[in-house]
């Protein structure tokens, strides 16, 4: 089959691509576009600080080689940096910050880190092409949603016998975050309805991503936003010349259901039921994120506002701490309740008990705190690392829920409880917090002022008339 031959039919990918070519800005909601600029701002600050990280230098050294053997044809921006290359290297660099240090925003519940693939897409094509800030914005929304969505219909009920990605060990990210980038590229370079279906064809054969990171280490995990960023945006041009796919990747016998839920679904129609009709119990998937103020994997931040909660209430330290015990959904403890001695950076980030030492002993758990080996072996921070206990807690209808109790060595038991994360859409951060996040992490790589020149165009984000009047700003 041909990129011009003429589809029948209503399979997932042709409803997706459906509904993705036809989007307007005038579509969308304010509230869609509040958070269209809310996830650009906060994607933009974890990018100008992952800039600087060392664990994240091979992405970008990557990115400068391959830009460099394109010939010096390069037709969009690295951040902070500066090097020009060909989009898809400079969002592949630009995807590798955003996913530095875990402070990225996730996107609607399952659906993994959306801003990381989708922000550096908008900003590498948005940039070559010329796009204005409104087209931006749509395309940001359509990838929210197309992550959102194929996210939530992995973890229905919809699979007569339903397998979690994640128990099957493979990372959402990658997985996922293909066809976020996929949806966006394809906003962006003009994609019909048949070539964006096809697009999604082929991103599919790219979905990919392992969690072996969580219990052995390595930084690896950086760069999986950055591989779905490239094989979405390659999905989406190779769509674009004529290369065709199965239309039925999600839902066909050996499809995306199949291969990473362990079924395809009973009903297939159900994965994208009422698309497009925004109303009161249905808003656009980039309306309902996650943000984070702590540079650690999400769930353990409702356990560290607990015991930040309780210390401040009753007036203890970690001297008087006899033991800590953590409940939340099992998933949630696979990913964080593993490792209680750090080896890097990752598994620091990645252990529950040793951010709990930190909070009790350093008082904070900045980013400094995750990316200081000394602090690794600091006997008082593993010492309470030691007594962390955890145990699985399911409320299938509040997977952010934890429960933690404190038990003081004067036999006191204190205990806490939290039913959404603190920056959820449940529970969201003031505008006052978003913004302070965005100053303290890119006032390390740049001044006030053009803090406040990046902040002002994002804010204003749907009147630039290119996105090149942002690019600038985001250099050294």
Known sequence: MTATTTITGTTAAQR??????ALRYEDLTPEAIFHAKRCMLDTLGVQLRGATLPWVQPAYLYARALGSSAGGNGTSTISYHGDRVPAPYAAYANSAFSYSCELQHHGSPESAHTGVIVVPVVQALGEQLGIGGKDIITAMVAGYEAQGRIGAALATPEFPRHFDARQRHFHMQGMLGVFSATAAAGKLLGLNEEQQ????????????????????????????GALGVRNGMQAAMLAKVGLTGPLTVFEGRHGFFAAFGGAKPSKPEALLANLGDVGP???FCITRCTYRIYPTIGTCHGPLD?????????????RDVEKIRVGMYERGLMHVGTVKRPRDVITAQASLAYSMGLRL???SNSLEMYI???????????????KVECHVIE?????QYAHVEVTLKNGKV???EVNHTRGSAKSPFSDEIMAGKFRTLAEVVMSRERVDAVMQAVNGLESLSSMAELVPLLQK
Not at 199 to 215: M, R
Not at 374 to 381: F, I, K, T
Request: hydrophobic residues 45%; contains cysteine; glycine residues 8%.
């Open 16 to 21: 997706l691509a459906r509904w993705v070519t």
């Open 197 to 224: 279906t096809h697009a999604f064809a082929i991103a599919g054969s790219h979905a990919c991503g392992l969690l072996e990171y969580d219990e052995a280490g390595g930084e690896v995990k950086r760069i999986h």
């Open 281 to 283: 119990d249905n808003s």
């Open 306 to 318: 607990i015991v930040s909660d309780l210390m401040k209430a009753h007036q203890f330290n970690h």
């Open 361 to 363: 002993v350093k008082g």
């Open 372 to 386: 200081d080996p000394a602090l690794w072996r600091d006997p008082d921070v593993l010492a309470i690392a030691d």
């Open 395 to 399: 409320k299938p209808d509040l997977i």
């Open 414 to 416: 204190l205990s806490g």
